[in-house]
């Protein structure tokens, strides 16, 4: 049974740093690029960045570069999302999901993606 829980998050004032968690059991975890996601309220879902299974990484969100770094540790299954300088307009509820397979190893599209962890909340006060 596929099982995603991602932690992390939570409120933060502006210019602080949070870093996100995401575990995903039951899945070959190698096989697949990771990705993550996040949703402000009435927004629709973005793609943040993507990491592959190696390690290249592809950042989707031009407001976030310089600022969050995804990595991944495939012996603990695991994908972590580091945010630093954080602002305002970092606020909403962060995703990780894996890649489907398809002809691109990264993709910004949702979409493209399955086994969605829950969201975690990152709100920053200004």
């Known amino acids: 049974q596929v099982k995603v829980v991602q932690s992390g998050g939570g409120p933060v004032q502006a210019g602080g740093s949070l870093k996100l968690s995401c575990t995903t059991f039951g899945v070959t975890y190698i096989d697949y690029a990771m990705g993550w996601f996040r949703q402000a309220p009435g927004k629709e879902r973005e793609g943040v960045l993507c990491?592959?299974?190696?390690?290249?990484?592809?950042e989707y969100t031009d407001s976030v570069k310089g600022r969050f770094t995804i990595s991944r540790d495939n012996a603990k299954n695991t994908l972590y999302l580091q945010m630093t300088s954080l602002n305002p307009e970092d606020t909403a509820m962060y995703f990780c999901?894996?890649?489907?397979?398809?002809?691109?190893?990264?993709?910004?599209?949702?979409?493209?993606?399955?086994?969605w962890g829950h969201g975690t909340q990152v709100t920053v006060s200004s």
């Open positions: 999901a894996r890649k489907r397979s398809g002809r691109f190893p990264c993709s910004r599209v949702p979409s493209n993606f399955e086994g």
């Open positions: 990491i592959t299974s190696q390690g290249r990484i592809t």
